[in-house]
């Protein structure tokens, strides 16, 4: 029943299906930051998480020996809670949500997006 | 030769009387018969012959025209020398005007037998004569009136004859000879029989008499002993033996032939069900047949819902009903033919004209979607189906579901309206009303036949299309495609579309695949050694305290073990406390080493392990030392495992010490009897016989002991007190006998007389000898005949004091009595005492191959109860039938047999140490007032024995009828038994223990502990025979 949908999201469809989408989710996430000397953006979560945790642990070591499925679960939710509130605490970590939505209206990778679409639309023309 | 005659008046001939005997005559027959029983009864007269035999024979006219013959040959009356009275008189005037009576009925109504002339006699020949047996009707005179004479002869006997009346005299009956009055009228001496009225109505017409039944004897074609059973209504199905078994019922069913259509081979439900008479002749299969119909003839026959109509098979209706129903297949066939004729045609012609769809169209223009179930539909196509149809014929969502299951709809709408299939694609709902409209089939359950459906599209309309917010798959664009001005615009859209779905994904991305892997990642716990090493030493502490308690707690149950039940009663050796000393030990040592390589290990273990661990060697000790006790204590057992050598080395050496012990204890003589005496003398003492010499004491004592007082000394004990030489010489010098007396001057019997009487006393010696052997009691003379003959004595009480000289089991009372046999045992006659010692030992071990001990029967009980907890685990539920006994565990091997005490005793198996668990006292838990009545009842009815046995006030177990073999345990005034009341499981119980330690095959006693009875001739003597016996039981 695709045919009958919306021709946008038929392209944006498109779009996935040849991988752009991954590769700019794997572009965006990879990227470097300045600010966090070279770092990428997933090391520096990781790393940022990793503390917390670490901190967590030392504060109550009981969470080392309970159950480690369900403690991390429980962690990774309060971590989460009110957009990464948690990760930004000690003033060093990044904000998660400011630099998703950024990145996201960075002009270059619109024109990235939009030249990518056009290809696509002139390949399915051609057809 | 009697005076009174009889006669009998000869009913009408054959035919006639089984005419009546079919059709009742519509007379009130009964009404008649009491008149005639008054007649013969009652009226008894003396009259005229001549006139007697024509009133008779008018009588018998009269009723022969009316056709009455049942009552006829009670017609009797007698002669006498009298002539006829006037009570006769009167009796004729009565018949007569009732017969007048009934022929004014008669008129009334048609007459329905001819009048018949009056009698005339016919056979007036002397051929007949001899006929005439004491009357002659043409000279009208008594035959042998010469030899007839009154009836009379007892001149108290009224002339007029007399009645026999019940008069009542102080509520007894008593037959009074009454004279009879002739004017008198008559009464039928039966009370009730006279006073019922007849409640049969007069008939003016034939009246069926009750079925008779068809036999080999009746005429005629038989009745059918065949039904036809036929569908009532069309459709359904109906198994044919499900309409077998339910004629069942009714009676053996010989033949059962269901009926099919012979154009199409389909079953026409028509069943064919023959009966047959059973063998034992209890069933009939006319009465099967007609049963079957009669029962089902007002409310038809349902079976399994489908009515079904029962007819008798007579005059061919099973093939009316047959060619009924064939005819009616046809005409529906024919029917079928020309509807799918017509439908094909219909087709055909829909299918060239295209215009179909848009005639449905046009047809659903005027039906819209309901408003409220507008959002439902959110303006997709939807299929329509009427609620007048579908109420009509009963149909329901579902069968659209299941009969449209393979067309794409997205949701069924039941409303009010009817039912609205919803489909997302217009093209699927035209798919759907092309394929399915007006040839789709759901089966009416009102009309219980497949109707055709006829679905109507509603195609949704532009303007009113709603939309869903906020969904991110846009619905609203599935039936017109999006378009877009520019292909800026579309680009524009389709990046916005990708941001969105990216940002999503980024998200997403971010919590699972980086914080939650770094989480877990960082939870390990290497990743924090100091952490590790932190807890680990806590964890090591705390193992080393929970082993410290541990350690102490064995402690505290080690000085325990020095106060515990076992100990303080003596049950177990010292030695079985040396030998758990390091035993104990060692799994604690090993339990350290354990912990200290393996990581996650629990030290604190839960209370059971611990428990198990520790008690599981302990209970092992424990019955291993029981074990060698009960080799100690009784040196002729040997335990069940006999085979084991090291048991057999220490039985042996036991043994030996003993016999050390026993000679030991016995004083030397050698030491003693060494003379310090010259040689001289010793030599002159040596020619002394040994018993003569003198021995070292005060005064000379003699060397026999005086036997001469016995009061009677028979000839034998006299010539055994004279010892030697001086006793001969000193008695013959009392007697001044003078030894040198001719041996011929004596009485040559005497000799033999002296031989008889040693003989005879010889031989009484070996009776009482044998006696003493059997029964170690001197036999009673009391028992001994005083005629010679025990059989001339006749019968008498023997005291139970003196069975004991001639009852095997009376013997011995409180020596352990082999009165339980095995089969092993040899059945000799040695007593008890002799075989016990040689038979226990060669035979003890296969003796108690069969007998299982009480240790093998704790082990099988556990394994038992493991088997029943997993059953109860695997049921899940508590249940009271698994429920175990936990006193069985514990029982002792017993077995009851004939006891010395009274009646039956209960005897041990096997050797019980003291204070033991025996066994439990069961029976029935009853209250005291219920126990109050058992008793008595059980006195009444000779149960002499009391197997009652009191818990508490209110309780009392009663073993008489329902009980455990506890019952038989005896009382003794010394016992060895003590029986205890425990509660298990929150009830009271009665459990016997040992008190002291019991041989094998003694009997187990208890005390019953009975109150005081005041009244001597209550008490109960006591027969236990205990050197402390009380002598009363109360």
């Known amino acids: 029943m695709s045919h009958n949908r919306d021709k946008a999201s038929d392209l944006a469809e498109q779009f996935k299906r040849e991988g752009h989408f991954d590769r700019l989710k794997e572009q965006i996430l990879s990227r470097s930051l300045a600010e966090q000397n070279g770092e990428t953006v997933v090391q520096t979560i990781r790393s940022e998480v990793s503390a917390i945790v670490r901190n967590m642990v030392l504060e109550d070591d009981n969470l080392l020996f309970k159950n480690r499925g369900s403690t991390s679960a429980l962690i990774e939710s309060q971590l989460l809670k009110d957009g990464y509130q948690k990760l930004t605490e000690n003033g060093k970590g990044i904000k998660v949500d400011e630099y998703v939505s950024t990145s996201l209206s960075d002009p270059e990778l619109l024109e990235q997006v939009k030249g990518n679409l056009m290809t696509i639309l002139q390949s399915n023309e051609k057809e | 030769m009697s005076g009174h005659y009889r006669r009998s008046v000869v009913p009408p001939s054959g035919p006639q009387r ?210 036809v059973i036929y569908f009532a209504s069309d459709v359904n199905t109906i198994q044919d033996i499900s309409v077998k078994n339910y004629f069942k019922k009714y009676g053996e069913i010989s033949h059962f032939e269901p009926f099919y259509d012979p154009n199409n081979a389909l079953p026409l439900h028509v069943y064919l069900i023959r009966y047959a008479s059973s063998h034992s002749g209890k069933s009939n299969e006319f009465k099967a047949a007609r049963l079957a119909v009669k029962e089902h003839e007002k409310k038809g026959c349902f079976i399994l819902g489908v009515k079904f109509n029962v007819i008798l098979n007579k005059d061919d209706s099973l093939e009316k009903v047959i060619s009924e129903l064939v005819e009616k297949n ?331 012990g026993t000679k030991s204890t016995t004083p030397e003589p050698i030491l003693e009897q060494k003379p310090i005496l010259s040689d001289e003398k010793s030599v002159e003492m040596m020619s002394v016989p040994e018993i003569y010499r003198p021995t070292a004491s005060k005064i000379p004592e003699p060397v026999f002991s005086d036997d001469t007082l016995a009061k009677d000394l028979s000839l034998i004990g006299f010539q055994d007190t004279i010892k030697d030489h001086e006793d001969l010489k000193l008695l013959r010098k009392t007697l001044g006998v003078n030894p040198h007396i001719d041996n011929t001057l004596i009485d040559p019997l005497l000799n033999y007389e002296v031989w008889k009487l040693r003989t005879r006393y010889n031989s009484k010696a070996r009776v009482q000898e044998s006696q003493m052997r059997l029964n170690e009691v001197a036999f009673d003379h009391q028992l001994q005949s005083t005629h010679g003959s025990v059989k001339a004595d006749g019968f008498c009480k023997i005291p139970d004091r003196l069975k004991a000289c001639y009852l095997p089991h009376r013997r011995k009372i409180h020596q352990p009595l082999n009165t339980v046999s095995h089969h092993i045992e040899p059945a000799d006659g040695t007593p008890d005492s002799q075989r016990e010692d040689s038979e226990c030992l060669e035979n003890s071990e296969s003796v108690l191959q069969e007998i299982s001990s009480s240790r093998d029967n704790r082990a099988s009980n556990r394994r038992f109860q493991q088997d029943i907890e997993a059953q109860k685990a695997a ?47 069961v029976g029935e838990r009853i209250r005291q007032p219920v126990a109050e009545m058992r008793e008595e009842r059980y006195l009444k009815n000779g149960i002499g024995s009391s197997y009652l046995f009191r818990v508490d006030e209110n309780t009392v177990i009663d073993a008489t009828k329902k009980g455990g073999i506890a019952r038989f345990i005896n009382h003794c005034c010394n016992p060895n038994c003590t029986a205890k009341i425990i509660k298990v499981g929150g009830n009271k119980r009665i459990v016997i223990y040992a008190l002291r330690d019991i041989a094998m095959n003694e009997e187990l006693t208890y005390d019953y502990k009975f109150e005081r009875e005041e009244d001597d001739a209550e008490r109960l003597p006591c027969l236990c025979g205990a050197p402390n016996c009380k002598s009363y039981l109360n």
């Open chain 2, 875 to 921: 049921i899940g539920t508590e249940s009271e039938l698994l429920s175990l006994n936990q006193l069985n565990k514990r029982k002792k091997p017993v077995t009851f047999a004939r006891s010395a005490i009274h009646n039956w005793g209960l005897y041990a198996l096997e050797p019980i140490n003291s204070k033991e668990m025996i066994i439990e006292y």
């Open chain 2, 330 to 660: 046809i005409q529906k066939a024919n029917r079928v033919q020309r509807e799918i004729q017509r439908k094909t045609e219909e087709n055909l012609k829909l299918s060239l004209t295209s215009s179909n769809l848009n005639n449905a169209t046009q047809q659903a223009d005027d039906q819209r979607i309901p408003a409220d179930i507008e959002k439902l539909v959110n303006n997709r196509p939807a299929l329509f189906v009427p609620n007048s149809f579908i109420s009509h014929h009963a149909m329901k969502v579902e069968d659209f579901k299941f009969k449209l299951r393979k067309y794409r709809w997205a949701r069924m709408v039941d409303h009010i309206q009817g039912i609205f299939i919803v489909f997302n694609d217009l093209e699927n709902a035209r798919v759907c009303l092309a394929a399915e409209s007006e040839r789709m089939t759901i089966v009416s359950r009102t009309k219980k036949r497949p109707v055709e459906i006829t679905l109507i599209l509603i195609v949704p309309t532009k303007n009113d299309r709603y939309n869903k917010a906020g969904s991110l798959t846009d619905l609203s664009s599935q039936l017109k495609e999006k378009s877009y001005d520019t292909e800026a615009d579309l680009l524009e859209a389709a990046t916005n579309f990708i941001l969105q779905d990216l940002k999503y994904a980024l998200h997403l991305d971010i919590r699972k695949r980086v914080i939650g892997p770094a989480v877990f990642d960082t939870l390990n716990p290497s990743s924090f050694p100091e952490l590790l090493v932190k807890k680990e030493s806590k964890e090591r502490e705390k193992r080393e305290a929970a082993l410290k308690l541990t350690e102490e707690a064995k402690k505290k149950q080690k000085t325990v073990n020095d106060f515990d039940i076992f100990n303080l009663y003596g049950g177990y050796g010292s030695a079985a406390k040396v030998k758990r000393g390091p035993r104990k030990r060692a799994p604690v040592s090993r339990d350290i080493s354990l912990l200290g390589s393996v990581k996650k290990l629990k030290v604190a273990k839960p209370m059971a392990h611990m428990l198990n661990e520790d008690s599981a060697p302990k209970e092992k000790e424990f019955s291993d030392d029981s074990k060698s006790i009960s080799e100690h204590s009784d040196a002729e057992m040997s335990s069940t495992s006999a085979t084991s050598s090291d048991n057999e080395e220490e039985y042996e050496e036991i043994s030996r010490e003993g016999g050390v």
């Open chain 2, 18 to 227: 089984s005419y009546y005997s079919q059709y009742q005559y519509s007379n009130n027959r009964k009404d008649y018969q009491h008149r005639s029983r008054n007649f013969s009864s009652a009226n008894e007269y003396s009259g005229n012959p001549s006139e007697a035999w024509n009133s008779a024979a008018a009588y018998r006219a009269n009723h022969d025209q009316n056709a009455i013959v049942a009552t006829d040959h009670r017609f009797q009356y007698s002669y006498g020398e009298d002539h006829l009275d006037e009570s006769y008189r009167e009796i004729r005037y009565q018949l007569e005007n009732r017969d007048r009576n009934k022929l004014a009925i008669r008129a009334r109504s048609e007459p329905i037998v001819q009048k018949r002339p009056a009698p005339v006699i016919r056979y007036d020949s002397e051929l007949f004569k001899s006929k005439y047996h004491y009357f002659d009707p043409f000279k009208k005179v008594l035959i042998h009136k010469e030899e007839m004479f009154s009836w009379r002869d007892d001149p108290k006997i009224p002339v007029n004859g007399f009645v026999l009346v019940q008069e009542f005299h102080g509520g007894q009956a008593r037959s009074i000879m009454r004279e009879r009055n002739p004017k008198e009228s008559a009464q039928d001496p039966r009370e009730r029989a006279i006073a019922t009225k007849s409640f049969r109505k007069y008939r003016d017409k034939l009246d069926l008499l009750p079925f008779i039944a068809y036999d080999k004897y009746s005429v005629g074609p038989p009745p059918p002993n065949e039904v």
